[in-house]
């Protein structure tokens, strides 16, 4: 690294968060622009944030879904035989029209979009029997969407990863029970492993998954008021069934259609965690997702440097459960290291000087709030576990906080755009379920209907008026502008 | 699955090796065909045996090596920076010229053949110093080669998963190396992972990976003769550092290029692995890379089910520390599970029926050769592990035997043409060096020279002359057919 490079973050979150993410990516060495445009490099620190979201959600699943691996490649007359599909993600498909020696090709090839089309094709070759059901598939690919415009490293890039898990079940049942478990699992991986809390509800008619009958997802509030799509699972209905004749006989020899389902989460999650818990000097990782939880720094003085090194590998191996990194290179300041670290978010660091050395002590800081204790040597692990368990609930609850005031109810299109203006965060208004309604919002203040929550967790009143039509209401939207 | 359908293994592997592969790969449920010629669906069961490569061979290099993601796209200009990967590759890339709304791109782009480009460019932005030296990155990733002819699962398709390391260096030596250590592991990954014993080497000058200064390889010498190159490692000199600006600077402020190398095992390995070891009754896998170690069949014979169930249950526990699967689904025969669990290559099946119960003892069926032996419950777990251990012992073996066995010396170039054409397996020549002697031989029995050994591990006679043309040795050619 140059020296004159600013190595810090120069602009306020508060101020200009987009500017302050920008920094934060390439700073933290989370991730690169690449050649093409929308395209990123994801660099050993972001790989590593992903391979520990990957590592969790594959134990969530194993039990039950078999990890596999589709082409890349889908003919463009398999992504025709569901209408909506093609409909859907047409402007987006990035293709292969010549390859090789082939030279031009007969049909051209779409690079996936998503593979529910390759996969559907799959499941009606493997699918014979009601024994066969729930058939549950995933793997873990790049994706490529040509997305048009304003492309951002992890939160919207044209090449990303994620894992599509792909199911079909003998009736509706059976595919709704599968999008809901897949969707708590979802909202598990958020609160507990990145502590970011989350809102579970449906997706509007009009916004729904190409293909879907229901779509469902996790929505993050981020500390600027805007939400963030973070994950989602769809009720399929028959739709793929009937369009690649995925069908399975009955106990009695009778052929019907399966109701199947698909659900994934990306390395947009990546994206929501920068801006979830971030501040001013950079990154803020929880400690369950942060691939180290504890930064050991001997602040050598020029004297007993032996005895402070010494020490400090002790306390290394005191500290041999966690996931620690020992930084005691004498080129750089201490000064140097902490800013390094306090930049990529380590939750935990140990200061080891000749103090801490003669008092049989270690000072820790705590990169959430900043707070410096000193503690005993002695049981070190239990205290240190201690600190990250509370560093973990404190960066939820922060975060949860914030978004439980910024749920806010309206009653008419003139309180929405106030509040969304204002105070930004979830409107909650009752909503004919019209596109034409969620529209006018969305002139105005740019934001959209994010979720409407799931109809057993909800209550509209019978006399219930859409905030903007003020015809009766069907629905119960949560308008927010959104990433 | 239909019931009418084969499930066994219909062909020898000995009378036609060709169709032995696919219908193994099919009916191990290994691999399916996709829509898109040449490419592969890897089904559950071949994803295991690739996640426990992948797994290991992370282990081996973690310590040294970061992972990251570098994106699927490369510019057409990157590619044309060095003159040898534009020509070694173009014929065999498929392009995206059409994108989204963009419609056709101002430049197209490759989808990667391998990734050195854009990975030089990479480097030559983050590497400033000699104290950022060795610079080391890998990734897993998937790979397009549009291969003209004769493509089969795992062994040579379009699209492939792999992973691919690329490093810079201060010197020639530093690189070198690398190159082989890397090699060294892929040997270890093979001969202690997958049991196929390897011969390690350097690929003759004209058949060098495109922009290396030296290729070496890992050769695995397979049960028909054919020999299969299943890994490589290359030294790649200062050829993309000169390409793409890769400079260090040194403790004088001096500026140098660095030596940069790469190297990648794919899922070739896997077809490797069904090769060397299957045999009539389908795959058969060593105990280090099988996703499954040990089934338990309890055989029931409908009178103390119970118990005998109970039994197998207690088993299963003893062995908690090996992967275990039980199969007790009552709807399938003991005979059917048996050919089941054998297609797929499982090396250790335990028997329990109603004596074994009595008797308080397991019945112990290799896959590897068929022996059968009763061993007491007590100290189960030591016993299996034995076993394994011998099985994965035994498979080298007889493997090695064979290789070594098929290493035969030829003088001239009518010897060379006599053992290809009767006993396959390598023969070892002295060579001249040049090309022209050896299309002398791949012109009459397609054989090609796949390895020569390394200079510290060879002796050329003074005197010595090539095989083939009689003119001064400056090698020593290993030809062989090849996959």
Known sequence: MSNNQELGITVSKDKNISEWYTQVVKKADLADYAPVKGCMIIKPYGMKI??????????????????????????????????????????EVAWVENAGKDGELEERLAI????????????????????????????????????????????????????????????????????????????DLFQDLMAIPVLKGKKPEHDKFPGATITTTVECLMPDGKSIQAGTSHNLGTNFSEAFDIKYEDENQEKHLCHTAS???????????????????????????????????????????????????????????????????????PGFKFNHWELRGVPLRIEIGPNEVENKEVTLVRRDNGEKTTEKVSNLDDKVEDVLEDIQYSLYKKLKDYRD???????????????????????????????????????????????????????????????????????????????
Chains 1, 2 share one sequence.
């Open 112 to 187: 996936r979009p998503t593979s529910e089309s390759i996969i559907a094709d799959y499941m009606s070759k493997h699918i014979r029997s009601y024994r066969d059901l729930p058939f549950r598939i995933n793997q873990w690919a790049n994706i490529m969407r040509w997305e048009a415009t304003d492309t951002r490293p992890f939160l919207r890039t044209r090449e990303f990863l994620w894992q599509e898990g792909h199911t079909a079940h003998r009736d509706e049942e059976s595919a709704t029970e599968e999008v809901i478990k897949r969707l708590e699992q979802y909202a």
């Open 263 to 333: 659900w994934g989460v990306s390395t947009r999650s990546i994206g929501a965690l920068i801006l979830a818990h971030g501040d001013d000097k950079g990154l803020v990782l929880p400690p369950n997702i942060s691939p180290i939880e504890i930064v050991v720094v001997p602040v050598f003085v020029g004297d007993n440097d032996e005895e402070i090194q010494e020490y400090s590998e002790k306390v290394m191996e005191e500290l041999d459960c966690f996931r620690t990194e020992l930084d005691d290179d004498k080129n750089r300041s």
């Open 50 to 91: 992903w391979e520990r979201i990957k590592t969790k959600f594959n134990q969530m699943i194993e039990e039950e879904v078999d990890n596999a691996y589709f082409p890349l490649l889908i003919p463009e007359s398999y992504l025709e035989k569901e209408k909506d599909i093609v409909e859907g993600f047409d402007p």
């Open 405 to 483: 005031e910024h749920i806010n109810e309206a009653e008419s299109l003139e309180e929405i755009l106030g509040i969304i203006g204002k105070k930004r965060g979830y409107v909650k208004s009752l909503w004919c379920g019209r596109e034409g309604c969620e529209r006018e919002v969305k002139e105005k203040v740019h934001a959209e209907i994010v979720l409407t929550p799931f109809d057993e967790e909800r209550e509209i009143p019978d006399e219930g008026k859409c905030a903007v039509c003020g015809e009766k209401a069907e629905e119960i939207a949560y308008f927010a502008k959104n990433y």
